[in-house]
């Protein structure tokens, strides 16, 4: 099968570039500003001034988590159109694709319904959890081969610059440090899930709650242990992975202003990175 000319592979990135962002920003947009409104509709100061905060702790983690997802999601598609030489399908989505968004927007729909309910609300936020990562390694697998061609095209012209690019983005979209942070997000959502339906835990729990006389009673005590707990993972994914996206933006940047002015050689003797 002859190979694409360099014309055609810089249309079909663009064109899957396009249709990414297209669909993310559309997608990700509406749900932000749909969850947005939904939960600050009828959300008055008086939950704050009395310390009873659960209910603006839980809904203010979820929109912080829906607007870094939309904000991420964006940045990310992004630089992959600028670090690969051309995108599998000329550019066109794979139907799974579709598939995956379809089923993320559908739970995110349902976490949006369930908000308030400790039970549905862990089952939608284990759901929405496991679809998250399914569609990483989906796009992992998508990509996979045109990171590799997109490596060797770089090795023969010498263009070290755009090796060393690509490797950053992939090493974001790939790299081990998901797998950490997956493990992180993981142990919390199991926490939070044995706190949803193992009764003598959740009890165990909001009893120490109780215990340190703050003023809440037991009902208001479960609420608000399960509102920490949903904030902690909100954090603990988001700040890990834009921590992550940061060091990525300003290495890119950085490459990009060197890029302008010198020529990266190979050091001799030193194997390239393989990416």
Same mark, same amino acid.
């Given at each position: ?7 055609? #592979? ?21 749900? +932000? ?36 997802? *939309? ?8 630089? %992959?159109?600028?670090?690969?030489? &051309? ?9 799974? &694709? ?7 927007? +559908?739970? +995110? ?14 089952? #939608? ?27 060797? #095209? ?26 950490? *942070? ?11 899930? +044995? ?12 009893? %120490? ?17 399960? &509102? ?37 050689? *190979? ?9």
């Amino acid at each position: 099968m002859p190979r694409p000319s360099l014309l055609d #592979a810089s249309r079909y990135r663009t064109i899957f570039a396009r249709n990414t962002r297209k669909v993310v920003v559309y997608i990700t947009t509406g749900l +932000a500003l749909g969850f947005t409104a939904l939960q600050v509709r009828d959300v008055t100061v008086v939950p704050v001034i009395t310390g009873t905060a659960s209910e603006v702790i839980w809904r203010g983690a979820l929109i912080a988590y829906f607007w870094c997802w *939309r904000f991420g999601c964006i940045r990310d598609t992004d630089i %992959q159109e600028l670090a690969y030489v &051309s995108m599998p399908n000329k550019g066109q989505w794979p139907f799974r &694709s579709y598939g995956i968004v379809g089923l993320l927007i +559908a739970v +995110a729909v349902v976490l949006v319904a369930t908000q308030g309910s400790v039970f549905w609300f862990s089952i #939608a936020l284990t759901s929405f959890f496991i679809l998250d990562h399914l569609g990483w390694r989906h796009l992992v697998a998508v990509l996979a081969d045109e990171g590799e061609k997109s490596g060797t #095209a770089f090795r023969e012209k010498r263009e070290y610059f755009a090796l060393e690019k690509l490797r950053l983005v992939r090493q974001q979209i790939q790299g081990n440090w998901k797998w950490w *942070r997956l493990g992180a997000g993981a142990m919390i959502v199991v926490i939070i899930d +044995a706190f949803a339906f193992v009764p003598a835990f959740r009890s165990l729990v909001t009893a %120490q709650v109780v215990a340190q006389k703050i003023g809440l009673p037991p009902g208001e005590a479960e609420t608000f242990v399960y &509102s920490v707990l949903v904030l902690s993972f909100v954090v603990v994914m988001e700040v890990w992975h834009y921590w992550i996206r940061l060091k990525t933006w300003i290495s890119l940047d950085c490459l990009d202003e060197l890029g302008e002015s010198y020529i990266l050689r *190979r050091k001799p003797g030193t194997a390239l990175h393989e990416v």
